[in-house]
C-alpha cells in the first residue's frame, strides 16, 4: 500500500500524465479496444473472470444503500467486467468507463487502478488526485489480484462518491482481492495436482499392455484400461475377486512364482465364449516393510479405451422431505419419467428445490453411472457461455488451453446435462442449444467437426417460459422442445403439511453440523411460521431454522410485516387491471416494498439480474 511517498507519487505521476499528453479536460481512455479484441482478452481472462465474479456481487451487497461500481480488469488494465448501482455506473458507461476500455497511467492519466499497475500494491485515489477532472467526484480503491509467483493478473477496483467512502471500504477491496488470489492459486494447485495423477494415470493406461495386480493367493487388486478392453470384449469378468477365476492354469503359476521357475506362461482366459489364449508374464514385488508379496501380470498389447466421466449427483428421492399429497404425486411422477431419454423442464419458484429434483432424477435412472454436469446458465458471463457449453479447440482464440477443452455437453456424453436458469440463455445461444436439443451434435468453437452427444436435458428455471416467449426474450421452437416432460414444485405455501417436517428435518440437520443440541421452536413461532407465505420457499426456511439452531430466536417482524404487505397488494389488484404487463409490474411493486426497495434483494426474489430489474423499472416507470 503507498505509505510514505504518497504526496511525491501524486504528484509524480501528474507529472508523468503531463508528458504522456492527457489532458485534466479529457473524457474518454486513449485507448479503448474493439469487440472482437475484448472477446479474445475475456477468453483468455475466463478463470479470474468466473473466480471474481462471485465475490464482486458479495462486495456490492454489503454496500446496496450506496452508489458504488466495480471494476475487473486485467493486468494492464483494461475492464473486463463492471457491476454496480444504476445511476453511478451509468455515470461511467458515459464516460467510456466500459469493458475493453484501458485505464492504465498513460491512457487515462492518476487513478487507482493505474497506481496499482506502477507501485504492484494496493491503491486508493480520492478526489482531485485523480489527474482527469470527470474523476474528482470519486474515491477510487484497487487492489491486485496475484498469482503464486507475486505477479499482478488482474486489478479489482472499487469506485463510489468522495461522501459515501470511508476507511472500512479500502478494507473490503483488498479482502476481497486477496480471497480471489488465494482461489485462483489453489485452483492451479488442484489442476497442477491433478495433471500429476493424470499423468501417472495416463502412463499406467497408456502402456500397449494389459496389466493387473494381485496379492500372492491371486486377490485382484488393480487393472489397467487395456485389461478392461481386452477381457471386457471377450465376454470376460474382470470384477471377479481372485485370479483363479481368471485363469485355468493359476494354480501352476502360483507354484512357478513361488519357486522361481518360470515367469511367462501361454495361458487359458476363462471366459462363456471362444477359447482364448494369451502371452502371460508375471513378476513379484516384494515389500519389506508389510512384508507382503504383491504380483504384477502383464499380458499383451491391446488397444486402448477412453471412458471419460465427470460430474457427481449427490441427491436422491430419499432425501425429499414432503407428505404433502400433491408433492408426494409430484415425485412419483418424477421417478416414473427418470429413465426418459426426452428432455425435462422443472419449473417452480426460486428456493423450491429444483435442483434436487433434477440430482434425483439423474440418480434414480438408468444414467445414474453416467456424469451428471450442471451448468448455471445465469452466473457464466455471456461471452464465456458458448465455450462452457460446448468447449473449444486448440487456437481457437487468445489464451486457449492447448489441446483445446471439452465443454460441458462432452463431459455429460452418456449422462445428464442439467442447465439451471435456462431463461436466463442469451437469443443468440438458444439458437445453437436447439441444434443440439433437436440433433445430439455439437461442434468445438474453432472447430469443423460436429460430434454426437448422448445426454438427457433436464432445463431448470423459475420463470414462466410461456410468458417469456410471448415477450420475445425466449424462442418458441426450444420452448416446445424442452417442454416434453414437464415437472412443477408447487411452493412451500402450497403444502402447508409440509412446512413442520421439514422443520424437523432442517433442525437434526443443521444441529448435527454445528455441533449443538436439537432445540424445540415456541408455540408462538411455529405458529407464524405455519402461517407466513414463504416467498423463498423451502431454502428460506431452511435460512431460517439456521437463524434459530445458531441464536435460538426470530425477530417477530420477520414474520408481520411481509404479510401485511403481501396481503393488501394482492387485494388491492383489480380484476380489469389483469394484464400480464399490469401483473408484472404489481408484483415487482409488492416485492420492492417487501424488501424496502433494495435491488439485490428484491432481484435474487424476483429470480432475475439486477440489470433486468432495473431495465423493468425504467420499463413501469416504478418509483423507488
Given at each position: 500500500m503507498i505509505k510514505a511517498g504518497y504526496k511525491s507519487y501524486i504528484e509524480t505521476s501528474h507529472e508523468r500524465c503531463k508528458k504522456f499528453g492527457i489532458k485534466p479536460e479529457q473524457i474518454y481512455s486513449k485507448k479503448i479496444i474493439s469487440d472482437m479484441e475484448l472477446q479474445n482478452r475475456i477468453n483468455s481472462n475466463r478463470n479470474l473472470i468466473l473466480c471474481a465474479v462471485p465475490y464482486m456481487e458479495k462486495l456490492m451487497s454489503f454496500v446496496q444503500e450506496f452508489n458504488f461500481?466495480?471494476?475487473?480488469?486485467?493486468?494492464?488494465?483494461?475492464?473486463?467486467?463492471?457491476?454496480?448501482?444504476?445511476?453511478?455506473?451509468?455515470?461511467?458507461?458515459?464516460?467510456?468507463?466500459?469493458?475493453?476500455?484501458?485505464?492504465?497511467?498513460?491512457?487515462?492519466?492518476?487513478?487507482?487502478?493505474?497506481?496499482?499497475?506502477?507501485?504492484n500494491e494496493p491503491a486508493c485515489i480520492c478526489g482531485k488526485e485523480h489527474f482527469i477532472n470527470k474523476y474528482y467526484k470519486w474515491t477510487c480503491y484497487a487492489s491486485p489480484i496475484k498469482d503464486n509467483t507475486n505477479k499482478i493478473i488482474g486489478i479489482l477496483n472499487f469506485t463510489g462518491y468522495n461522501e459515501n467512502v470511508n476507511s472500512h471500504t479500502f478494507g473490503m477491496v483488498i479482502s476481497a482481492s486477496d480471497v480471489i488470489s488465494e482461489k485462483l492459486k489453489r485452483k492451479s494447485y488442484c489442476i497442477k495436482h491433478d495433471t500429476d495423477n493424470k499423468y501417472k494415470k495416463t502412463v499406467f493406461n497408456s502402456i500397449p499392455l494389459a496389466i493387473i495386480t494381485s496379492d500372492i493367493d491371486g486377490k485382484i487388486g488393480i487393472y489397467n484400461k487395456k485389461a478392461s478392453e481386452m477381457f471386457e470384449n471377450n465376454n470376460v469378468n474382470l470384477e471377479v475377486s481372485e485370479m483363479k477365476y481368471l485363469l485355468k492354469d493359476w494354480d501352476k503359476i502360483k507354484n512357478d512364482i513361488y519357486s522361481g521357475k518360470?515367469?511367462?506362461?501361454?495361458?487359458?482366459?476363462?471366459t462363456s465364449g471362444n477359447k482364448l489364449q494369451f502371452q502371460l508374464t508375471a513378476n513379484p514385488i516384494y515389500n519389506s516393510k508389510q512384508n507382503t508379496i504383491e504380483i504384477i501380470y502383464v499380458f499383451q498389447k491391446i488397444k486402448t479405451i477412453n471412458k471419460n466421466k465427470s460430474g457427481q449427483a449427490y441427491y436422491t428421492f430419499d432425501k425429499i422431505v414432503g407428505q404433502d399429497a400433491n408433492f408426494i404425486k409430484v415425485v412419483e411422477y418424477a421417478k416414473k419419467i427418470a429413465n426418459s431419454k426426452s428432455t425435462i423442464l422443472i419449473m417452480g419458484e426460486s428456493g423450491t428445490g429444483k435442483e434436487l429434483f433434477a440430482q434425483s432424477i439423474h440418480n434414480y435412472s438408468n444414467r445414474v453411472d453416467g456424469p451428471f454436469v450442471a451448468l448455471n446458465c445465469g452466473a457464466i458471463p455471456k461471452q464465456l457461455i458458448e465455450s462452457e457449453l460446448f468447449g473449444y479447440e486448440d487456437g481457437s482464440f487468445t489464451g486457449a488451453k492447448k489441446g483445446g477443452n471439452p465443454g460441458k455437453f462432452e463431459l455429460a456424453n452418456g449422462g445428464t446435462i442439467m442447465l439451471d436458469e435456462i431463461g436466463e440463455m442469451p437469443l443468440d445461444m438458444q439458437t445453437?442449444?436447439?441444434?443440439?436439443?433437436?440433433?445430439?451434435?455439437?461442434?468445438?468453437?474453432?472447430?469443423?467437426?460436429?460430434?454426437?452427444v448422448d445426454v438427457r436435458i433436464i432445463a431448470v428455471t423459475n420463470r414462466d417460459l410461456k410468458i417469456e416467449v410471448e415477450l420475445g426474450r425466449f424462442r418458441k421452437d426450444l420452448y416446445y422442445r424442452l417442454n416434453v416432460l414437464p415437472i412443477y414444485l408447487p411452493p412451500l405455501r402450497e403444502r402447508k403439511s409440509d412446512i413442520l417436517p421439514i422443520i424437523k428435518y432442517f433442525i437434526n440437520k443443521i444441529s448435527k453440523k454445528s455441533d449443538k443440541k436439537n432445540i424445540e421452536i415456541p408455540e408462538k413461532y411455529l405458529k407464524k411460521m405455519m402461517n407466513y407465505k414463504w416467498p423463498g420457499n423451502v431454502r428460506e426456511l431452511e435460512n431460517l431454522v439456521n437463524l434459530l439452531v445458531n441464536t435460538n430466536s426470530i425477530p417477530?417482524?420477520?414474520?408481520?410485516?411481509?404479510k401485511i404487505d403481501e396481503n393488501n397488494n394482492i387485494l388491492n389488484i383489480k380484476k380489469k387491471y389483469l394484464s400480464l404487463e399490469y401483473v408484472e409490474k404489481e408484483h415487482i411493486v409488492k416485492t420492492l416494498k417487501i424488501f424496502n426497495n433494495n435491488i439485490t434483494h428484491s432481484a435474487k426474489a424476483l429470480g432475475i439480474r439486477r440489470n433486468t430489474l432495473y431495465n423493468k423499472i425504467k420499463k413501469y416507470n416504478i418509483k423507488i
Open positions: 461500481f466495480i471494476l475487473l480488469t486485467d493486468m494492464e488494465g483494461c475492464i473486463l467486467n463492471a457491476i454496480g448501482d444504476k445511476e453511478i455506473l451509468s455515470q461511467a458507461f458515459s464516460i467510456k468507463m466500459i469493458p475493453g476500455a484501458f485505464m492504465n497511467e498513460e491512457s487515462i492519466g492518476t487513478n487507482a487502478i493505474s497506481s496499482v499497475i506502477n507501485t518360470n515367469f511367462s506362461w501361454k495361458v487359458n482366459i476363462i445453437k442449444l436447439l441444434r443440439v436439443v433437436q440433433e445430439g451434435i455439437i461442434t468445438r468453437i474453432g472447430g469443423s467437426k460436429p460430434m454426437s417477530l417482524e420477520y414474520f408481520g410485516k411481509q
